[in-house]
């Protein structure tokens, strides 16, 4: 069990880490806390793998995509669809850089980022 928020991780070392379906449905923190902690744990050439919806540049990519926001920030202000620029940004404070997106069945992306 890993809780991506805690100080330490139950692994001191990793050659990638996947996150699958959590940026959306946590608060942004969490997000934070998954790019310092990957930070921690990844080598210089590891990945850091996330799966999901996404914006991109704003754009929610589908209509559902929209409609899952609102539910979600219905359910929890601190909640919703991210947006791929603010995960780069994200990144590259935390030493990675974005070298993939793959769009995913269900209007979800994979993404791909690279520990400098």
Not at 86 to 98: I, T, W
């Amino acid at each position: 069990m890993l809780d991506v928020t805690a100080a330490s991780w139950p692994v001191a070392r990793a050659d990638a880490v996947v996150c699958i379906n959590m940026i959306h449905i946590s608060p942004w923190p969490a997000t934070l806390a998954l790019f310092a902690g990957a930070a921690r744990v990844l080598p210089a050439g590891g990945l850091l793998i996330t799966y999901g919806p996404y914006r991109i540049g704003g754009d929610f990519q589908a209509d559902s995509n929209r409609r899952f926001d609102e539910s979600l920030r219905s359910r929890n202000p601190a909640w919703g669809i991210r947006d791929v620029n603010d995960l780069d940004a994200v990144a590259s404070q935390n030493g990675f850089e974005r070298i993939l997106i793959e769009p995913m069945p269900a209007n979800n992306h994979s993404l791909a980022f690279k520990r400098h």
